[in-house]
């Protein structure tokens, strides 16, 4: 399992279970891992087709045993599908997609340990660059960055296209991505490259590109 190394970001073409063994532990874990709900299937609302997103990579749910010793601080999107393997905790995070009432979620949330109060960013996603079917915009991985405090190693073991990563870099963290398919996982290593090759951007996450408060009844 040699990984490929750009910058401060070294990235495993592999399945996690068989690399998180062997790593020492971060700073944090940032990640959206599969939920086990189909989303390669997605429903339009009502009276409307399902229409495939292609692969069976959402079939199953994974087991985050290995993900939640890996780092001091978590973050799960998609925590609520993981009830069974994850405490209770107060800390979520909610991005509010402004979707306009669309058949789509109104909202996805992450499952943290960040030992705060629950927070929201509003942020429509709107001309984006999106590569893989359930990709978080790169504001709203910087902000999870953010709520995180100061991690300055940050592992993704579903990498996906590799946005965390993106995100750890312009913000001169070091990152560590995971990801089984070799599609995404070339995607990543571009996306990644130009981040490097751009440099950092930010010495603190962009706060001003989300609007955050504590959602009433949540803290």
């Not at 062997?22 to 709900?37: C, N, Q, R």
């Not at 991005?95 to 949330?109: P, T, Y």
């Not at 429509?124 to 953010?146: A, D, F, Y």
Request: proline letters at 7%; glycine letters at 10%; a negative charge.
């Amino acid at each position: 399992m040699k990984p490929v190394v750009i910058g401060d970001a070294t990235l495993y073409l592999a399945d996690c279970l068989e690399v998180l063994p062997t790593l020492p532990k971060v700073d944090a874990v940032i990640t959206d891992p599969p939920y086990g709900i189909g989303a390669n299937r997605q429903t339009l609302g009502k009276g409307k087709k399902d229409f495939a997103r292609g692969d069976e990579w959402d079939s199953e749910a994974p087991d985050l045993a290995a993900c939640v010793v890996a780092g001091r601080l978590r973050c799960f999107w998609g925590g609520n599908y993981f009830a069974d393997q994850l405490p209770v905790t107060n800390d979520w995070l909610v991005w509010h997609k402004l979707n306009d009432g669309r058949s789509f979620s109104e909202c996805e949330m992450a499952w943290t340990n960040f030992g705060r109060q629950t927070r929201h960013l509003s942020h429509h996603w709107s001309g984006e660059e999106k590569n893989h079917p359930t990709q978080k915009p790169l504001p709203v991985m910087l902000w999870c960055i953010e709520q995180a405090g100061n991690p300055q190693t940050i592992l993704d073991p579903f990498m996906g296209s590799g946005t965390t990563g993106v995100a750890a870099i312009q913000l001169g963290r070091r990152f560590i991505g995971i990801e089984r398919e070799p599609k995404y996982f070339d995607i990543a290593c571009e996306r990644i490259s130009r981040a490097v090759a751009q440099g950092r951007l930010f010495d603190e996450p962009p706060a001003a590109q989300a609007e955050q408060a504590t959602i009433p009844g949540m803290t």
